[in-house]
C-alpha cells in the first residue's frame, strides 16, 4: 500500500479522465494521495478532490511561479481553507531561481508569508526549491521547529544533512530512476528512513520505465523498487517506511 505524497490531479492533463482514473487507485494499492496547491484555484479544487474521495488529502499554497499573483490578502484567504479538516499542509512555496516567473524579491516575500502561516496554524510546510539552495536554507532557519518536507528534492547530501537535522523530511520522485540520478541516490543512501517519503509530482517526471508518459500515483511503485534497492530491503517494506513517515509528518491516522 502506497502514499503518494504529493500529486497534481487539479492539472488539466487529467482533465478526460480525472474520475476513472482517481476510483481505479485503491484497487492500485495506493493508499494515500496528497494533492499539493500551486495556488488559491488549485487549492480549493483539492479540497474538492478530499470531499470527494476519501483517500485523497490537500495542501493549501502558492507555488513561487504564482507568488506575483498573491496580494496581501491572499494568506488570510490561505488560512480559511485550512480550516478544512482534510487540509494537511501548506505548500507548495518556496523559491525558483532557474525559471524567475516572479521576481526574487516577491518569491522570498510569499515564502516567509506562507512558512508564517504553517508556523502558526501549526500544520507542515510542503517547499518547492530549484536553484536557490542558499537563499531558501536562510529563510527556513528564521522558523526554527517548523516542520515540513522539501519535495522532490534536489540538493546535495550537504544540504539534505542541514535540513534533517533541523527536523525536516525529503520526498523524492521518478527522477531517482534516471540515469543521473547520482546525487538523490547517494542523499538516500545516507539518510535515515524515518524522514523519506514518496511522491510522483504527477503528471509531471514518470519513472523509468514510463519516462515519457502522462505520470501517475499508479507509477510509484517504480519509485519505492528503487528506494528498496538502495536501502536492501523489499519495495513491500519501503512502502510500508515511507506511508508511516507520510502519515507521522501530515498528522493523518
Keep these: 500500500m502506497y502514499f503518494d505524497t504529493h500529486a497534481h490531479y487539479e ?22 494521495i496528497l494533492n ?13 478532490l ?12 502558492v507555488h513561487p511561479h504564482d507568488s506575483k499573483e498573491m496580494t496581501d490578502d491572499t494568506v488570510q484567504e490561505l488560512e480559511k481553507l485550512l480550516d478544512h479538516p482534510k487540509a494537511v499542509a ?12 516572479s521576481p526574487r524579491d516577491v518569491q522570498r516575500k510569499r515564502f516567509r508569508e506562507q512558512l ?28 526554527r521547529g517548523l516542520a515540513g518536507v522539501f519535495h522532490c528534492f534536489p540538493g ?37 528512513q524515518d524522514r523519506l517519503m514518496l511522491e510522483t509530482d504527477c503528471p509531471y517526471m514518470a519513472p523509468e520505465p514510463m519516462r515519457g508518459k502522462r ?8 519509485i519505492a523498487e528503487k528506494v528498496a534497492q538502495i536501502w536492501g530491503i523489499t519495495a513491500e517494506e519501503a512502502a510500508a517506511i515511507t506511508m508511516e513517515n507520510g502519515k507521522r509528518l501530515f498528522g493523518i491516522s
Design 90 to 101: 501548506v505548500g507548495e512555496m518556496g523559491l525558483d531561481y532557474h525559471y524567475d516567473f
Design 156 to 192: 546535495s547530501w550537504e544540504t539534505a544533512k542541514i535540513l534533517l537535522d533541523m527536523g525536516w523530511y525529503l520526498s523524492f520522485t521518478g527522477v531517482i530512476t534516471f540515469k543521473n540520478a547520482r546525487t538523490a541516490l547517494e542523499v538516500i543512501e545516507k539518510m535515515p
Design 36 to 48: 499539493a496547491a500551486c495556488s488559491l484555484w488549485s487549492a480549493k479544487f483539492s479540497l474538492k
Design 116 to 143: 508564517e502561516l504553517a508556523q502558526r496554524v501549526r500544520k507542515p510546510a510542503i517547499v518547492h526549491m530549484r536553484e536557490a539552495t542558499s537563499d531558501t536554507l536562510d529563510i527556513i532557519r528564521e522558523f
Design 215 to 222: 505520470n501517475s500515483s499508479q507509477f510509484l511503485p517504480y
Design 50 to 61: 478530499a470531499d470527494k474521495y476519501p483517500f485523497i488529502y490537500a495542501s493549501v499554497g
Design 11 to 32: 492539472n488539466k492533463r487529467f482533465n478526460e479522465d480525472r474520475e476513472e482514473l482517481l476510483g481505479s487507485m485503491q484497487g492500485a494499492n495506493i493508499s494515500l
